[in-house]
């Protein structure tokens, strides 16, 4: 069993920038990929980016330059370094994993005003 504690959402102004974190309780070595995704309202969940066992990542189009995936293995944690904001990436974003421990955190709210 594994929790996922995710933190970093906010307000922010189109342009703006948020980081976001996922804290999980045991070692991220310990999941297949551990990854970013998105729901807005009316919305499918979505990819945003994930970053692999090896350290490999993926982004979806629309967030490639602008948003960075990035883990901190001596604190289980991952990151979302969010740039150049818009108001389409407004969402609750949610940190998930794959693999023995597949779980999903609580999610955290983005909202960017235009």
């Known amino acids: 069993q594994v929790q996922l504690v995710e933190s970093g959402g906010g307000l922010v102004q189109a342009g703006g920038s948020l980081r976001l974190s996922c804290a999980a309780s045991?070692?991220?070595?310990?999941?297949?990929?551990m990854g970013w995704y998105r729901q807005a309202p009316g919305k499918q969940r979505e990819l945003v980016a994930m970053?692999?066992?090896?350290?490999?990542?993926n982004y979806a189009d629309s967030v490639k330059g602008r948003f960075t995936i990035s883990r901190d293995t001596a604190k289980n944690t991952v990151y979302l370094q969010m740039n150049s904001l818009k108001p389409e990436d407004t969402a609750a974003y949610y940190c998930?994993?794959?693999?023995?421990?597949?779980?999903w955190g609580q999610g955290t709210q983005v909202t960017v005003s235009s």
């Open positions: 045991r070692s991220i070595f310990s999941f297949n990929t």
């Open positions: 970053i692999t066992w090896g350290g490999s990542t």
């Open positions: 998930h994993t794959t693999g023995t421990y597949s779980a």
